[in-house]
């Protein structure tokens, strides 16, 4: 029998997104993986996601990134209209087995809240959620609803409510891990690069700082709130800083910019990030936060370049300390490692890579999930 999935990316960007999108990006990997495996695929996103599926559900005509408030889970005008759409079509047809769903804390309470008659749930927490514990505070919907992690240490975190729903975690892949020969192995240059968006959490600033203190040439990538290019921040004018990344990245990351040593080149997408990315002496992840899934660390594996970080969240899980990066708890040693990091091999961040973050390998393991949910088994 086909099974039949519901895969709800939300409104936020299309499918695969234009540049930045962790959780469209990881959508784009596994539904050509799933469609291989004989599932037939319902995409609620937006009129301009271009992925191949069976069947597509859509609000509005472009991604709605603009209106996006952090944290995600905010409900506001656009993810109402998106979920309601979603809902819609739920109560309309009854052939959907299940609702893999995306969305975020608003995603899973709408969906708990549809009753028995609804397909079972599987919602797959993207975010650091030790930080928003009372975000899925009510999760109604009881044994139909359950719920995934991108990392063991993520999950370890959530607080006991979700914990509860859970069915496990899957690892991260991307589309940068679909066809490792796409990416030939390029020249090393000089640089390390910084890839995500421009936030506390990631600490570009202390990026920055240890870029011109320890002398290493440091490109920064990625948006800065929705400002992707950096002469659209500039025409923006002050009312830009009414944006909390926007203030951030003025007050404590822009005073270490100077165009040469450390730049901000904005969000690179396509073929220009793969270049920029694998060009990379290392990817730097001066992360403050507890990083949930790390797209952009496998990413950097993919691509053969090692990993310099923080040891928060899913990094230890992701990297193999003194193999394919350098990890410390002490961000003062960031400097060094960098420095260090010349040492480490590419081939074998790329092995490691097509070893554990494969598309097929995470496909294969959220079917399972997909069979778990549907049989109502709730433990690992
Ligand atoms: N990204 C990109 N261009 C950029 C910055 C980021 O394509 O300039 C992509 C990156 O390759 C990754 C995603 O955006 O796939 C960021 O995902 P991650 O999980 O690292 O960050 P988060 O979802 O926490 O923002």
Redesign the pocket.
């Known amino acids: 029998m086909t099974l039949t999935v519901l895969m709800n990316a939300g409104p936020w960007l299309s499918v695969p997104?234009p540049?930045?999108?962790?959780?469209e990006?990881?959508i784009a990997t596994l539904v050509p993986e799933l469609r291989r495996l004989g599932v037939r695929v319902v995409l609620a996103s937006v009129e301009s996601s271009t992925l191949p599926v069976d069947e597509r559900i859509a609000v509005f005509p472009d991604g709605q990134f603009h209106a996006l408030q952090r944290p995600y889970n905010q409900v506001c005008g656009v993810s109402q209209a998106h979920l309601s759409e979603v809902v819609r079509a739920l109560h309309a047809r009854d052939d959907i087995d299940l609702v893999h769903d995306h969305v975020e804390a608003v995603g899973l309470a709408t969906l708990a809240a549809m009753g028995p008659d609804a397909p079972p749930v599987l919602h797959t927490l993207?975010w650091d959620l030790a930080k928003h514990p009372e975000l899925y505070g009510n999760l109604d919907g009881g044994d139909r609803v359950r719920v995934n992690g991108v990392s063991a240490s993520q999950l370890a975190r959530a607080p006991e409510a979700l914990r509860a729903h859970s069915v496990g975690h899957v690892h991260?892949s991307?589309?940068?891990a679909v066809d490792a020969d796409r990416h030939a192995p390029v020249a090393k240059g000089d640089h390390v690069v910084i890839?995500?968006?421009i936030?506390p959490?990631?600490g570009q600033d202390l990026g920055a700082r240890l870029a011109q203190e320890t002398g290493f040439r440091l490109v920064l990538?990625?948006?800065v709130g929705p400002y992707?290019r950096p002469e659209d921040l500039a025409a923006a004018g002050d009312e830009a800083r009414q944006n909390p990344d926007v203030r951030f990245f003025y007050d404590q990351v822009a005073p270490y910019v100077d165009g040469d040593r450390v730049r901000w080149?904005?969000?690179?997408?396509?073929r220009e990030?793969d270049d920029l990315?694998a060009s990379a002496r290392a990817s730097l992840f001066p992360l403050r936060w507890e990083?949930?899934?790390?797209?952009?660390?496998v990413?950097s594996l993919s691509l053969g370049t090692p990993v310099v970080a923080t040891a928060r969240g899913c990094l230890p899980e992701l990297i193999g300390h003194g193999r394919t990066g350098l990890l410390t708890e002490d961000e003062r040693e960031l400097g060094d490692l960098v420095l260090a990091a010349a040492g480490l091999e590419p081939a074998e961040c790329r092995r490691e890579a097509a070893r554990r973050f494969t598309p097929a390998r995470m496909a294969q393991q959220y079917v399972e999930l997909y069979d778990r949910v549907r049989a109502g088994v709730t433990k690992p």
């Open positions: 997104p540049g930045y999108g962790g959780i990006n990881v993207h991260l991307t589309p940068l890839l995500g968006r936030n959490g990631k990538a990625g948006p992707h080149v904005g969000t690179v997408a396509g990030r990315v990083e949930p899934g790390g797209t952009a660390v990413e």
